[in-house]
């Protein structure tokens, strides 16, 4: 089994990367010719922004090996996890339909997860011993 700061330096760039390949699929439906271009673009660009700044503040916050994350680090993670799923969803959902609640919801989730998982990689990266 890993150590617990290699899991977390993971699931660091996980969670941006998934965020990202999730971001890019409105574009492809674009391409596609099933939602419009200005539809995929409003769902792409804060999701691929929001990824960025997921990976850099993995990237800045993390204290390498000689640390270990708090027993309580993946509690701090999950709602902020969850948000990212749900925005990552909805970018799915908008590759294939333009339903007007879509994005929305998906700028909603995607702003209050960054906070969320950003803050709580902060909080477990100045918490390591």
Known sequence: ??????????????????????????????ATGSVAPAWAAQLTAPAI????ILFFAARRFDRGDGVQPPWYAAWLLLPGAF??????????????VEFGVIAPTMWGLVVMGT???????????????
């Open 49 to 52: 922004v929001a990824a960025a």
């Open 83 to 96: 948000l990212l799923a749900g925005a990552a969803s909805m970018c799915i959902f908008g590759a294939l």
């Open 115 to 129: 906070a969320s998982w950003t803050g709580a990689m902060v909080l477990v990266g100045r918490t390591s011993r």
């Open 1 to 30: 089994m890993p150590h617990a700061s290699r899991l977390l330096r993971l699931l660091g760039f996980a969670v941006p990367a998934a965020l990202t390949l999730a971001g890019v699929q409105p574009v492809l439906g674009a």
